[in-house]
């Protein structure tokens, strides 16, 4: 195995996976082979097709205590050969609950050997400058732990291999996580000026190009990179269910948490 040829796969729809997977590889001190960004919809074609010659490092976000679904998926669709994996899921501050744990049971059941794991924390996808949920994060001193994270990481891939494999916090069976579709919760206002990037951001295809830049709601995952992607803060959260979720979090989840980190014996 070449330990070198390290690849990331992930789900990240507002880059808070994406940025502390890139900490992860910088602190094991490996170039990046292969960068596979599952949030763009083309890139989750033949996917069972994707052979790894080194270490993968398999993140995503939490929603509501599970892997969203799309990435879950995408992460059954692949193929290891007791391939080394470290695996990464970003929660906004509340819990990450089974997310953890479902990853690794795919990760394993994909023929992955998972060494390591961690939770890290990210700014929540409803937070907003009035409703702040844990801004800014991950923050340097989470990106310090990921690097940490990563070096650990790599000694177990580069010691002599014993199959040892990571226990995690979660439970099994996994709670019930998201449904699908999500209540109209996103007003477009007139600061928009049509310049498309939230089409761009969008993992779902659920913004309606033909109804002013509408959101689809059937389509919606309530990951609001729409919202976080646009220029001119065209997009905003309307008063409703989402918006008292929002409140709730703020009021409820403001302590700072601290990263988890797991590694095999």
Same mark, same amino acid.
């Given at each position: 195995?070449?330990? *070198?040829?390290?690849?990331l796969?992930?789900?990240? $729809?507002?880059?808070?996976?994406?940025t502390?997977?890139?900490?992860?590889?910088?602190?094991?001190?490996?170039? =990046?082979?292969?960068? =596979?960004?599952?949030?763009?919809p083309?890139? +989750?074609?033949?996917?069972?097709?994707?052979?790894?010659?080194? $270490?993968?490092?398999?993140g995503?976000?939490? #929603?509501?205590?599970?892997?969203?679904?799309?990435?879950? /998926?995408? %992460?059954?669709? /692949?193929? @290891?050969n007791?391939?080394?994996?470290?695996?990464?899921?970003? #929660? @906004?501050n +509340? &819990?990450?609950?089974?997310? /953890?744990v &479902?990853?690794?049971?795919i990760?394993?059941?994909?023929?992955?050997?998972?060494?390591?794991?961690?939770?890290? =924390?990210?700014?929540?996808?409803?937070?907003?400058?009035? /409703?702040?949920?844990?801004?800014?994060?991950?923050?340097?001193?989470?990106?310090?732990?990921? +690097? &940490?994270? @990563?070096?650990?990481?790599?000694?177990?891939?580069?010691?002599?291999?014993?199959?040892?494999?990571?226990?995690?916090?979660?439970?099994? $069976? !996994?709670?019930?996580?998201?449904?699908?579709?999500?209540p109209? %919760? =996103?007003?477009?206002?007139?600061?928009? *000026?049509?310049?498309?990037?939230?089409?761009?951001?969008?993992?779902?295809?659920?913004? *309606?190009?033909?109804?002013? !830049?509408?959101?689809?709601?059937?389509?919606?995952?309530l990951?609001?990179?729409?919202i976080?992607?646009?220029?001119?803060?065209? +997009?905003?959260?309307?008063?409703?269910?989402?918006?008292?979720?929002?409140?709730?979090?703020? *009021?409820?989840?403001?302590?700072r948490?601290? $990263?988890?980190?797991? #590694?095999?014996?």
């Amino acid at each position: 195995m070449n330990t *070198d040829a390290i690849t990331l796969v992930y789900f990240s $729809p507002t880059n808070t996976t994406r940025t502390v997977l890139e900490s992860v590889a910088k602190g094991m001190g490996k170039s =990046i082979a292969r960068d =596979i960004d599952l949030t763009r919809p083309e890139n +989750r074609e033949n996917l069972s097709d994707l052979t790894f010659d080194g $270490p993968v490092l398999l993140g995503a976000p939490v #929603y509501a205590g599970r892997l969203p679904k799309d990435a879950a /998926l995408c %992460f059954k669709a /692949l193929k @290891g050969n007791n391939t080394p994996a470290v695996l990464v899921v970003a #929660y @906004g501050n +509340r &819990e990450y609950e089974d997310a /953890l744990v &479902e990853l690794k049971d795919i990760a394993q059941d994909r023929n992955f050997t998972p060494v390591s794991a961690a939770a890290f =924390i990210g700014e929540h996808s409803f937070s907003s400058a009035s /409703l702040p949920i844990a801004p800014g994060r991950p923050d340097e001193q989470d990106l310090a732990l990921a +690097r &940490e994270f @990563g070096q650990k990481s790599v000694a177990l891939i580069e010691a002599a291999p014993n199959n040892a494999v990571v226990a995690v916090s979660g439970n099994t $069976p !996994y709670k019930e996580g998201m449904g699908t579709g999500a209540p109209a %919760f =996103i007003q477009v206002t007139e600061q928009c *000026d049509a310049c498309g990037t939230c089409l761009a951001s969008c993992p779902k295809a659920a913004i *309606d190009e033909e109804n002013q !830049y509408a959101t689809i709601p059937e389509n919606c995952i309530l990951c609001c990179a729409c919202i976080k992607a646009c220029p001119n803060q065209a +997009r905003v959260m309307m008063d409703g269910p989402i918006m008292d979720k929002a409140r709730w979090l703020h *009021d409820n989840c403001s302590q700072r948490k601290k $990263p988890q980190m797991f #590694y095999s014996d």
